[in-house]
């Protein structure tokens, strides 16, 4: 084969691999969602300095209640990430986003359809208005993220803790 040749073929394999990733919805780097563990790097139990390490230390602040036994809490909301993230005595316990940046690593994220998280996810426990991996709901503290629909599509994305 001639050298033109093997040039145009090597051409042609690495556009026939970028455009495969494009089409399966390859996340960017760093921009994950890992069922259970994080969302945009933010892990639970992650303290407030890590997590400005991370994102910066100048998100909008409010003071909260959480949960059903209404614990005082701290959220800290990234909009321009359209991350939010609620931590409590210094630590993550919640972390919500909405950005369409954030895929799991089959491509599951913000505006993803019921049914593509399905295909792509057979793992999943799925109801009316939710998916999820774990239970929000539980006898015991677990880890669980949950995928909330509307309209057939993914809304938020919500990593947290079930509440026993």
Known sequence: ??????????TLAAAAVTLSLVLVGAAPA?????????????RLR???????????SRPERAAIT?????????????PRRKLRIVFIRHRVVEVET?????RTSRGVGVG??????RRAHPE?????????????????TLRFTQL??????????????STP
Request: charged content about 20%; proline content about 3%; glycine content about 8%.
């Open 30 to 42: 760093g921009a994950l969602v890992i069922p259970k563990r994080s969302i945009d790097s933010v």
């Open 98 to 102: 909405q950005s369409r940046r954030q």
């Open 66 to 78: 959480f949960g059903p036994g209404e614990v005082a809490a701290v959220q800290w909301t990234y």
């Open 1 to 10: 084969m001639s050298r033109p040749a093997r040039s145009l073929n090597r």
């Open 46 to 56: 992650d303290s407030e300095a890590r997590v400005a390490r991370l994102h910066g």
């Open 124 to 140: 999943l426990k799925c109801y009316t208005t939710f998916c999820e991996w774990g239970t929000g709901t539980s006898i015991r």
């Open 148 to 161: 909330a629909f509307s309209n057939g599509r993914v809304t938020r994305i919500v990593l947290g803790y």
């Open 112 to 117: 993803t359809s019921f049914e593509q998280a």
